[in-house]
């Protein structure tokens, strides 16, 4: 098996990864999911309507 020494991408680092990860509670990490979700769905069957 190889050994990788740093598995992350060039220029992202533990240090930011924290800082992102702790930035937001999951209360509002679930709240932004469910409002892009929300959006997507809105895309996808806004686009199926118009076309049919």
Same mark, same amino acid.
Do not use: C, H, W, Y
């Given at each position: ?8 991408? /060039?220029?992202? $680092? ?14 509002? +990490?679930?709240? /932004?999911?469910? $409002? ?14 118009? +076309?049919?």
């Amino acid at each position: 098996m190889k050994v990788v020494s740093d598995p992350t991408k /060039q220029g992202i $680092t533990f240090k930011k990864l924290d800082a992102q990860a702790t930035a937001i509670s999951a209360n509002e +990490a679930a709240l /932004q999911l469910q $409002t892009a979700r929300t959006q997507l769905f809105n895309t996808i069957f806004g686009r199926s309507k118009q +076309a049919g």
